[in-house]
């Protein structure tokens, strides 16, 4: 595990992409360090101390799922968000909730190889133009420049490298092609249907059938320069990298340190009154039935090898409009002993997010704006006015929360958009008048159907 903040850093960090939502924020801050403790634990007792898990309880649109993901990548662990109405018993046709396991050690995998390419990343780097200045004097340019002892030796001098590097950057020889080999692999149907007909299987048929004749080979491919140096890079970093140690830690951070999201559960809750009875309430309860060994924690065989989810963090969300967390089977209950209620929006909320976080939607829209070199600049009072017409929308339709805010925004901004890369104004200041003529559409519209989305 990377992070090794306090609970208050932790909260800090949130608060700085995530308004409000102060306990949920403390809930998890205190998950993450607990999971800090009990690496520093020794002795027998560090595998007896398991993971709390979180039930987060609120609206749509109020920061359920950006607050685990947030966490996930502060605490530099691996992360997936699973709907948990996708989920169905054994027997019934559609996913197995073990799959949310071997999602878990997919992105576990690619996290700890992401981390190994940068490590190697420069040594990929050298060995790529090394391999590169060898094909152009290949094609014919005899050194381009460099000193003559390159010319003999694979590895090029610290001062070749330089004057090589130097005229790639100035793009001279952009307008070459060269030939590089790279792997064919043409294995589009077999990887299609192993992701989900045959995932219980635990079988990489993918490795299964790359030794058969045929299935494995190069061939050769023209590319120019950048596009070659790229290619070359990448099979580079592929020798330098050890994927069967990259296997092993990866499903170490997965049992160690994954974080499984569960959205949607209370679509998988059996609605008060129809306990007992037949319909789709059988198969939500046996869902939760199938989710309960697993989050109480076993072992779920993959094509990397056994995962034991004893100590992986499961936090789950939910609305409950419909039903309430009583409704969930009492042992899937026991299993996440802290429960957080997220308040919803209110106006002032809506103008913080508009303008406190570090991604917020504006700061997002004045960036792609900009690209087309258009200024755009909104009045503290403009943003006041979106916030409480969008807060005006939520509360005459249905309430999405925060997410109102990308509609309004894209009706407010759409001939803006539209227009911008005509070259047009240079500089537009968005105030109350502008608002409130864009979107006076949207208020008055009694029906408002056609822009909800």
């Not at 950057?169 to 990887?191: H, P």
């Not at 004893?310 to 969300?317: C, N, S, T, Y």
């Amino acid at each position: 595990m990377r992070s090794s903040l306090t609970p208050r850093e932790i909260v800090a960090e949130l608060d700085r992409y995530i308004v409000g939502q102060t306990n949920a924020k403390r809930a998890v801050a205190i998950a993450l360090r607990n999971r800090w403790r009990r690496q520093q634990v020794t002795g027998e007792l560090k595998d007896d101390i398991t993971p709390k898990n979180i039930i987060l309880i609120g609206p749509t649109g109020v920061g359920k799922t950006e607050i685990a993901r947030r966490l996930a990548k502060l605490a530099g662990s691996p992360f997936v968000k699973v709907e948990a109405s996708k989920f169905t018993e054994v027997g019934y046709v559609g996913r197995d909730v073990e799959s949310m396991v071997r999602d878990l050690v997919e992105a576990s995998i690619a996290l700890v190889r992401d981390e190994e390419l940068a490590r190697v990343k420069q040594r990929a780097a050298e060995a790529a133009e090394d391999r590169l200045h060898e094909l152009l004097k290949g094609a014919g340019g005899r050194g381009f420049g460099l000193s003559s002892s390159s010319s003999a030796a694979p590895r090029l001098t610290d001062g070749d490298r330089e004057k090589f590097r130097a005229q790639l950057d100035a793009g001279t020889f952009d307008d070459q092609s060269v030939e590089v080999e790279v792997q064919d692999s043409n294995l589009m149907f077999v990887r299609n249907f192993s992701g989900q007909g045959l995932e219980e299987l635990g079988v990489n048929l993918q490795d299964l059938f790359k030794g058969f004749p045929g299935q494995s080979r190069t061939r050769k491919r023209k590319a120019n320069v950048p596009e070659a140096l790229k290619l070359l890079e990448a099979e580079e970093s592929a020798k330098l990298i050890d994927q069967d140690r990259v296997n092993r830690d990866a499903l170490k951070r997965a049992e160690s340190d994954g974080i499984i999201f569960l959205d949607e559960i209370d679509k998988i809750a059996s609605r008060e009154g129809t306990k007992g009875g037949g319909g789709p309430d059988v198969s939500r309860e046996g869902v939760q039935r199938d989710l309960l060994p697993i989050v109480e924690g076993s072992t779920v065989t993959t094509k990397y090898g056994p995962v034991k989810t004893d100590h992986v963090l499961f936090i789950a969300a939910g609305a409950f409009h419909v039903s309430r967390p009583s409704d969930l089977i009492p042992e899937l209950q026991g299993r996440f002993p802290i429960r957080v209620e997220l308040e919803a929006l209110s106006g002032d909320d809506l103008v913080r997010i508009l303008k406190e976080p570090k991604n917020s939607l504006l700061k997002q829209y004045t960036a792609l704006l900009a690209v087309e070199g258009v200024a755009l600049t909104v009045t503290d009072e403009a943003i006041a006015e979106l916030a409480r017409l969008a807060q005006q929308v939520n509360e005459r339709a249905q309430n999405i929360g925060a997410r109102r805010l990308h509609t309004v925004l894209e009706r407010l901004l759409d001939d803006l958009s539209f227009t911008a890369g005509d070259g047009g104004r240079a500089a537009v200041t968005i105030d109350v008048p502008f608002v409130r003529e864009k979107l006076a559409d949207l208020v008055k519209d009694e029906d408002l159907s056609r822009y909800i989305l």
